[in-house]
Nanobody
């Protein structure tokens, strides 16, 4: 599956942004969709993941209660709504897809478990 992320930008602390990730090439519902981020000099960090149906989600503690991951399967698009942004949220944000191999497959926060990646979109939060 090919992924295209968009929606990043510059925002003041306390503001909001919505990232989008458009997918093409495969059956969208057969993928868990994840968002990761990477700040300069740091490892890629898990942010959130959503199941193929959109019913289940899982968040990193650092964004829980502020970020919301959703998906629109007919449009083959995943979203990350980011509210109450903080300067420490500044990073390049990447969307990713992990093929569902089994109905029992659990969520993963490891970048290596995701086979497809978008190109990244910069989010900068000023204080």
């Amino acid at each position: 599956v090919q992924l295209q992320a968009s929606g990043g930008g510059l925002v003041q602390a306390g503001g909001s942004l919505r990232l989008s990730c458009a997918a093409s090439g495969r059956i969208f519902e057969s993928y868990h969709m994840g968002w990761f981020r990477q700040a300069p000099g740091k490892d890629r960090e898990f942010v959130a993941v959503i199941s193929g149906s959109g019913r289940d989600t899982y968040y990193a503690d650092s964004v829980k209660g502020r970020f919301t991951i959703t998906r629109d399967n007919p449009r083959s698009t995943a979203y990350l709504q980011m509210n109450s942004l903080k300067p420490e949220d500044t990073a390049v944000y990447y969307c990713s897809a992990r093929a569902v191999r089994s109905v029992f497959m659990v969520f993963s926060s490891r970048p290596g478990d995701y086979g497809s990646w978008g190109q990244g979109t910069q989010v900068t939060v000023s204080s």
